[in-house]
């Protein structure tokens, strides 16, 4: 079935692309207003573009009075943000945390959360994540209703427990953004497959090893 954009409405348009273009990661942001208030949001529109510098994007709609939510404006006016990784501990609160609350209360304090200083940058990182990515603002482009925000990382925290040998993440098991609004994933179900090169393709499958006969 072909289902053409241009014919639905842009409520259909959002769920048919969210619940394809899954599983995404999500970036639970923590963000500082000009009062140093924390605010504390997940967003799904969210990934890693770049390793040289480190780059991450995420983009940020409008709220439903057509202003910039809390996370955009404070991102703006700071040049600065912490996106901070979400493991199944920390779910309820990343769930509460999306909630509208007003941009003078601190949906970190809603949550019963802690924040832990950043190395780099002003804003706040959730102490209880496992992994924390501190970034600067690299710029933020229009795209209609969302802004694009890119970030450059300049600072990461890992729970020691992650950390296996020459910087292997290990046992790292965030949680995914399915489908929208509220459907979710585990990534505990892994599996390991080597890269093939293309003189390996070329040669074909293994010849199976030779066994002794009877
Ligand atoms: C898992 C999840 C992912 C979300 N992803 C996005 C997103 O990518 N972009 C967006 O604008 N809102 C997203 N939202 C909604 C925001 O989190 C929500 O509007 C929040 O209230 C914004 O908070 P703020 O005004 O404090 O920035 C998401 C919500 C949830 C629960």
Same mark, same amino acid.
Request: with cysteine; hydrophobic share 40%.
């Given at each position: 079935?072909?289902? =053409?954009? &241009?014919?639905?409405?842009?409520? =259909?348009?959002?769920? &048919? %692309?969210?619940?394809?273009?899954?599983?995404?990661?999500?970036?639970?942001?923590? @963000?500082?207003?000009?009062?140093?208030?924390?605010?504390?949001?997940?967003?799904?529109?969210?990934?890693?573009?770049?390793?040289?510098?480190?780059?991450?994007?995420? @983009?940020?709609?409008?709220?439903?009075?057509?202003?910039?939510?809390?996370?955009?404006?404070?991102?703006?006016?700071?040049?600065? /943000?912490?996106?901070? &990784?979400?493991?199944?501990?920390?779910? =309820?609160?990343?769930?509460?945390?999306?909630?509208? /609350?007003?941009?003078?209360?601190?949906?970190?304090?809603?949550?019963? %959360?802690?924040?832990?200083?950043?190395?780099?940058?002003?804003?706040?990182?959730?102490?209880?994540?496992?992994?924390?990515?501190?970034?600067?603002?690299?710029?933020?482009?229009?795209?209609?209703?969302?802004?694009? /925000?890119?970030?450059?990382?300049?600072?990461?925290?890992?729970?020691?427990?992650? %950390?296996?040998?020459?910087?292997?993440?290990?046992?790292?098991?965030?949680?995914?953004? %399915?489908?929208?609004?509220?459907?979710?994933?585990?990534?505990? =179900?892994?599996?390991?497959?080597?890269?093939?090169?293309?003189?390996?393709?070329?040669?074909?499958?293994?010849?199976?090893?030779?066994?002794?006969?009877?």
């Amino acid at each position: 079935m072909q289902i =053409d954009p &241009l014919r639905h409405t842009k409520a =259909d348009n959002y769920k &048919l %692309l969210t619940n394809l273009v899954a599983p995404r990661p999500i970036a639970w942001i923590s @963000s500082r207003n000009p009062d140093g208030v924390v605010n504390l949001a997940p967003f799904s529109f969210f990934n890693a573009v770049g390793s040289d510098p480190l780059y991450l994007i995420v @983009s940020i709609g409008d709220n439903d009075a057509g202003g910039p939510k809390d996370t955009a404006r404070n991102i703006r006016a700071s040049g600065e /943000f912490v996106v901070n &990784l979400v493991t199944e501990e920390l779910f =309820d609160a990343m769930n509460l945390s999306a909630a509208d /609350f007003p941009p003078e209360q601190s949906e970190l304090e809603a949550a019963h %959360l802690h924040a832990a200083p950043s190395v780099r940058i002003g804003a706040p990182r959730v102490a209880e994540a496992q992994a924390s990515l501190e970034c600067k603002l690299h710029s933020a482009q229009s795209l209609g209703a969302n802004t694009l /925000f890119i970030g450059e990382v300049v600072m990461f925290h890992v729970a020691d427990h992650l %950390l296996g040998p020459r910087l292997h993440i290990e046992n790292f098991a965030p949680i995914g953004r %399915l489908g929208s609004p509220s459907v979710y994933c585990r990534t505990t =179900d892994r599996f390991d497959v080597a890269r093939i090169s293309y003189e390996q393709w070329r040669r074909g499958p293994a010849e199976p090893p030779v066994t002794a006969a009877d």
